[in-house]
C-alpha cells in the first residue's frame, strides 16, 4: 500500500506564526488529502489536491504538490491555538481507500 | 453535516474477553473502514467494507473480524481480546467515489485490553 510520510514530526510555534508541514508519497496518486486530528479524537477532512493541481486554499490552509518529487506541503497562516492538533495526510489507492502518514504534531502557543 | 459515531468512547476488557465494537453512519455511505491508531504507527486500516455482507482484509487483519449487516452499521469484533489489542480504534465512511475517497471519521474508541 501506498504511505504518506509527513516531516516533520513535531513542531511548536507562537501564536500568530505560520505553520509548514510535508509529506512525501511513493506512487502515483489520484489525489492526496490533508486530515486533522484534535487530541484523542477521530480526523476531519481539511482539504484535498487532485493530481493535475498545483496549490489548492481553503481559508487559512494552503496546499501545494509536487507530483514529480511525490511530495506535498500544507502551510497554516496565521495560526491560532485551536490550530494545536496532529495533521496527516493521506493518500487515495485501490477501492476507494486512503493510506495515512504517521502525522504531525503542532502546538501552537498563545 | 456526515455523522459517524461509534457505540463507546473508552472501553476497558479481560485477556480472552469477545469485544464489539460498533460503528454508524447517517448519510448512506457505501464504504466503511475499521483502522487502529498507535503512537508512532499512525493509522493502519484493518478492514474495509464496500457494500452490506461485503468485506475486504486491510493491512492487519489477524485478530480482527467485521460484519456489515446493513449499510449503516459496521462492527468490528475481536474474538479473544490480547493486551496487544489495547489501542485507539477509529471507525470511518465514505461514499463509493473515483474522484474524491474523502473519509468521515467518528471520534474513536480507546479500548484497553487487561
Known amino acids: 500500500s501506498q504511505q504518506g510520510e509527513e516531516d516533520p514530526q513535531a513542531l511548536s510555534i507562537q501564536e500568530g506564526e505560520n505553520a509548514t508541514m510535508n509529506c512525501s508519497y511513493k506512487t502515483s496518486i489520484n489525489n492526496l488529502q490533508w486530515y486533522r486530528q484534535n487530541s484523542g479524537r477521530g480526523l476531519v477532512h481539511l482539504i484535498l489536491i487532485r493530481s493535475n493541481e498545483r496549490e489548492k486554499h481553503s481559508g487559512r490552509l494552503r496546499v501545494t504538490l509536487d507530483t514529480s518529487k511525490k511530495s506535498s506541503s500544507l502551510l497554516i497562516t496565521a495560526s491560532r491555538a485551536a490550530d494545536t492538533a496532529s495533521y496527516f495526510c493521506?493518500?487515495?489507492?485501490?477501492?476507494?481507500?486512503?493510506?495515512f502518514g504517521k502525522g504531525n504534531q503542532v502546538v501552537v502557543i498563545p | 453535516d456526515v455523522k459517524v459515531t461509534q457505540s463507546s468512547r473508552y472501553l476497558v476488557k479481560r485477556t480472552g474477553e469477545k469485544v464489539f465494537l460498533e460503528c454508524v453512519q447517517d448519510m448512506d455511505h457505501e464504504n466503511m473502514f475499521w483502522y487502529r491508531q498507535d503512537p508512532g504507527l499512525g493509522l493502519r486500516l484493518i478492514y474495509f467494507?464496500?457494500?452490506?455482507?461485503?468485506?475486504e482484509k486491510g493491512d492487519i487483519p489477524e485478530g480482527y473480524s467485521v460484519s456489515r449487516e446493513k449499510k449503516e452499521r459496521f462492527s468490528l469484533i475481536l474474538e479473544s481480546a490480547s493486551t496487544n489489542q489495547t489501542s485507539m480504534y477509529l471507525c470511518?465512511?465514505?461514499?463509493?467515489?473515483?474522484?474524491?475517497?474523502?473519509?468521515?471519521f467518528g471520534p474513536g474508541t480507546r479500548l484497553t485490553v487487561t
Open positions: 493521506a493518500t487515495a489507492y485501490g477501492n476507494n481507500r486512503l493510506a
Open positions: 467494507s464496500y457494500d452490506v455482507k461485503m468485506k
Open positions: 470511518a465512511s465514505s461514499l463509493w467515489d473515483k474522484d474524491s475517497y474523502e473519509q468521515y
